[in-house]
């Protein structure tokens, strides 16, 4: 009878250290699980800030014409407009091949290439003397930054599904901060160290300050072998089972839920697609964006150069600049703590009404300062902001495996927007009005009226998951 007793006691006594020994385990798996969620976190924080330090460089598009009229003095600012715009168009149609490359390749052979496209296109721009050249390193610019973009944003998010709109607001907070004072280095250190006003009606600047933009292009190949470095030494691939195991998945707890879920994972992802790519829903959002867009991009695209041709000081402009960069941290704090919590169809509303306004006012700022600086950085806050809720809004309705493929093809919507914008601006400009006053007029009064119809197709969205079965 002791025997037995004393048999149950060591029993039980190594079955609970057993036990205790697997929680220690656990422990430590899901510790270290957390320090590889933040080491995808930074490396995604890296990467963002390489494409960040492209994008920063529509700001320098005036020193670039100045810098292409040593070739050719026929050039006017108008055919600058047409640069980023397609770099845009380009990365919005090719996002989906990111998706499939990756599948093929794996993620990080996708951004060793990415950054290889990049880096020669402005190893190419070096040498370029032609615009019409420039346009099409623009297209492999945007295929370049189409192919690696939402690699480590979606494994990023991957560690915690819950809270995706943080991860997109951190992400983009830390990289708009380090983006700021690189725009400001870039600006006064290398390309106009003396901050002499540009002009931007043909006249160019004098040779010592426009040859200082290949100085720009050597400095931008550097910064993104850098940061593609880093990001790799840093990039940590997610197990979906992982992300489950430690708790870290989507809170979607139903059982209708989970037995749908269950079913969607029999469904092939093609299948899915064509699902997604024919449904009313998605031609909704599709419109939705292709409205919304426009204006933020345009906008975007000409103040630096609307404030030069409204006599502005340099100095003014780049405290523009750096207010700007500001309000698009502000941005991405408010949105990164707030995006997960309000519903998406609210915000965009609200943004819709926001940017229609700014669209019917903004010819009233081009000679008041306060107004002007006001309306820039009221589009700096909506613009990021968008931005940090739009990605998890798409990965939260469609599923994260489709971000890449459903996402890219709704980015179509607003780079397919945003040229059609530039062209008929540019056509306004040359061959309609002959002016730029009448020609911004015109497409503000547009825009304001293109966002309401952008706000009520809004009002339809909703946070709901797609239906794939």
């Known amino acids: 009878m002791r025997i037995n007793k004393e048999l149950s006691e060591n029993n039980n006594y190594e079955e609970f250290e057993k036990e205790e020994n697997e929680d220690i385990d656990k422990d430590k798996k899901r510790k270290k699980f957390i320090i590889n969620g933040i080491m995808s976190l930074i490396s995604c924080i890296i990467h963002t800030l390489g494409f960040f330090s492209i994008y920063i460089q529509k700001n320098f598009v005036v020193y670039l014409i100045s810098y292409r009229r040593h070739y050719n003095n026929n050039l006017t600012f108008s055919h600058g407009y047409f640069l980023f715009p397609i770099l845009n168009l380009i990365t919005s149609l090719t996002i989906p091949i990111g998706g499939i490359l990756e599948d093929k390749l794996g993620p990080k052979k996708v951004i060793i290439i990415s950054t290889l496209i990049l880096s020669s296109s402005f190893f190419l721009l070096y040498f370029s003397k032609n615009i019409i050249f420039d346009y099409f390193l623009m297209c492999l610019n945007g295929f370049g930054i189409a192919i690696g973009i939402n690699i480590t944003k979606k494994n990023a998010c991957a560690y915690f599904m819950n809270r995706k709109a943080f991860v997109y607001g951190i992400t983009h907070l830390i990289a708009a901060f380090l983006c700021a004072g690189l725009n400001l280095f870039i600006e006064k250190i290398i390309l106009n160290p003396l901050s002499e006003s540009p002009k931007i009606d043909n006249i160019y600047y004098d040779e010592s300050i426009f040859l200082n933009y290949k100085k720009l292009i050597i400095f931008e190949i550097f ?223 547009i825009s304001g009226f293109l966002n309401l119809f952008s706000m009520c197709f809004g009002f339809f969205e909703n946070d709901d998951k797609f239906k794939y079965i």
């Open 223 to 445: 910064f993104l072998i850098c940061t593609c470095v880093l990001t790799l030494l840093l990039f940590i691939k997610n197990n979906p089972k992982e992300t489950k195991k430690y708790g870290f998945e989507e809170k979607l707890e139903t059982k209708e839920y989970l037995l749908e879920n269950d079913n969607i994972q029999l469904v092939s992802k093609k299948v899915k697609i064509n699902k997604a790519i024919y449904s009313k829903r998605t031609l909704r959002i599709f419109l939705m964006l292709f409205l919304f867009y426009p204006t933020i991009h345009f906008i975007l695209n000409t103040w630096r150069p609307i404030g030069i041709y409204y006599k502005r000081n340099t100095y003014y402009l780049q405290l523009t600049t750096a207010l700007y960069s500001i309000s698009s941290s502000t941005a991405s704090i408010v949105m990164a703590f707030i995006g997960d919590k309000i519903q998406f169809r609210i915000i965009f509303i609200l943004f819709s009404f926001l940017l229609s306004f700014i669209s019917f006012s903004f010819p009233s700022s081009f000679n008041n300062d306060f107004l002007f600086v006001s309306e820039i950085l009221l589009l700096s806050f909506i613009f990021n902001g968008f931005n940090i809720i739009l990605g998890p809004h798409i990965m939260k309705i469609y599923g994260i495996d489709m971000y890449s493929e459903i996402g890219g093809i709704l980015a179509a919507s607003f780079g397919i927007g945003e040229i059609i914008c530039v062209v008929f601006a540019f056509y306004l400009e040359n061959y309609f009005s002959g002016n730029k006053d009448t020609t911004y007029h015109y497409m503000y009064f």
